[in-house]
């Protein structure tokens, strides 16, 4: 699976912005999907996860009733919808895909359960 990250840019503190990830190879609908991000002088981090059918979600403590993941698997793209957003959400957001069933018996919050990664799109949020 190829990933392209799109939708980032620069909000005020309380706005949002709806990032994508477009998908091109076979079996999207069989990868597990994830967001993570890192800011300026830390480590990557998870954000938020969503099943192949998207039957289940994952988020950190941090984004949780902000960010909103979702995914169409008949256009093979994952969407993460980020609202009342902070300036501590400034980040190199990145998704990132990974066998569905490395998810079903593993949790989806370690980037090495990961196989394939987008380039990342830049969020700031200034307040």
């Known amino acids: 699976v190829q990933l392209q990250a799109s939708g980032g840019g620069s909000v005020q503190a309380g706005g949002s912005l709806r990032l994508s990830c477009a998908a091109s190879g076979r079996s999207f609908s069989g990868a597990g999907m994830g967001w993570f991000r890192q800011a300026p002088g830390k480590e990557r981090e998870f954000v938020s996860f969503?099943?192949?059918?998207?039957?289940?979600?994952y988020y950190d403590d941090s984004v949780k009733r902000r960010f909103t993941i979702s995914r169409n698997n008949a256009e093979n793209t994952v969407y993460l919808q980020m609202d009342s957003l902070k300036p501590e959400d400034t980040a190199v957001y990145y998704c990132?895909?990974?066998?569905?069933?490395?998810?079903?018996?593993?949790?989806?919050?370690?980037?090495?359960?990961?196989?394939?990664w987008g380039q990342g799109t830049l969020v700031t949020v200034s307040s």
């Open positions: 990132a895909a990974g066998p569905s069933s490395t998810f079903d018996a593993t949790s989806p919050y370690s980037d090495r359960r990961y196989t394939s």
């Open positions: 969503i099943r192949g059918d998207g039957s289940r979600t």
